[in-house]
């Protein structure tokens, strides 16, 4: 049984910060793309930031130079890093492993 679990989501104010995690179990991780994705109210979801395997990286460009995506293929665990926070970085954000499998998301709001 494939799970993803995000966690480290939360409430933020405007220019601050948050990592957030996911654990993945069922898979051999280390085989896997892995990805963030995020979606806002009313909104379709988007690609936020993908790695491969070998830990070459993709993001969309709205949030390059604040984000930074990485894993550790020994704990099964990606990470988001998201400085900079900006209130339209709210939406609740979805980890996925090569689009086969997706967690459940984690809110993130960026308010005052």
């Known amino acids: 049984q494939v799970q993803l679990v995000e966690s480290g989501g939360g409430l933020v104010q405007p220019g601050g910060s948050l990592r957030l995690s996911c654990a993945a179990s069922g898979i051999i991780f280390s085989d896997y793309t892995m990805g963030w994705y995020r979606q806002a109210p009313g909104k379709q979801r988007e690609l936020v930031a993908t790695i491969s395997p070998g830990g070459y990286t993709l993001y969309t460009s709205s949030v390059k130079g604040r984000f930074t995506i990485s894993r550790d293929n020994a704990k099964n665990t990606m990470y988001l890093q998201m400085n900079s926070l900006k209130p339209e970085d709210t939406a609740v954000y979805y980890c996925?492993?090569?689009?086969?499998?997706w967690g459940q998301g984690t809110q993130v709001t960026v308010s005052s």
């Open positions: 996925a492993a090569r689009q086969e499998y």
